[in-house]
């Protein structure tokens, strides 16, 4: 899922600036799902804002509405109507239903209450972790379902580094050697000998580096 985590109230209220009618938009899907944007934080915010505002001497009226997901146009459309009463929109969805909703709604202002962070897992409850990096060309067939590229800080494609200790990285404490995982999985699946296949160094133009990416699939036209 796409991780994202709420933008501090400070930055909110800067944002928001000389708003009258605000909409707080939610999204139900993955923000929702990270704590970061579904329906309990537009509420949460909401109450918060109104008293930050109100503390201020600033009048704000602020409605609450949440979609499914911003970032298709048949959830977005059930927020027309409430988009229509207010003069801006601050939007708790990732950075690409913040643009869906802009893109749609040409003349009212969206801006982002998330930051968007990473694609990731939740390990734990509370605790997300990124796990891919969207790099468009996926090789993790290869390294035993644990990407290097995500997940190693050095991004080595062709073995450690050798700098870990007790499996731990050495660029960051706080994480696992991806490498080592990569090999005990391998020993795991009896793959070891993927380990001597040659990696060529990164091509990114599969990724971001080329610009925006789009992806067609003509077998579901209609």
């Not at 949440?66 to 801006?88: G, H, K, L, M, Y």
Request: hydrophobic share 40%.
């Amino acid at each position: 899922m796409i991780v994202g985590e709420q933008k501090p109230i400070a930055e909110i209220k800067k944002i928001v600036g000389t708003a009258r009618k605000l909409l707080i938009l939610g999204c139900g899907t993955c923000v929702k799902t990270c704590f970061a944007g579904g329906e309990d934080e537009v509420a949460t915010l909401a109450s918060a804002l109104r008293l930050a505002f109100k503390k201020d001497g600033k009048e704000i009226e602020i409605e609450e509405f949440t979609v499914e997901r911003q970032c298709e146009d048949e959830f977005i459309a059930e927020s027309a109507s409430a988009i229509a009463r207010n003069d801006t929109v601050l939007s708790l969805a990732c950075g690409a239903g913040v643009q869906a909703v802009a893109r749609r709604f040409f003349r009212t202002p969206v801006l982002p209450g998330v930051n968007t962070m990473f694609i990731g897992v939740l390990e734990r409850q509370g605790v997300f972790t990124e796990e891919c990096s969207g790099c468009g060309n996926c090789e993790l067939a290869i390294f035993g379902g644990v990407c290097p590229i995500t997940r190693c800080s050095k991004k080595l494609l062709n073995g450690p580094c050798g700098g870990s200790i007790q499996g731990i990285c050495e660029v960051n404490p706080e994480i696992e050697c991806a490498w080592q995982l990569i090999i005990q999985r391998l020993t795991a699946l009896g793959q070891l000998d993927n380990l001597r296949i040659y990696i060529p160094p990164k091509n990114w133009s599969s990724s971001n580096a080329g610009g925006p990416r789009k992806l067609i699939r003509e077998d579901h036209f209609i």
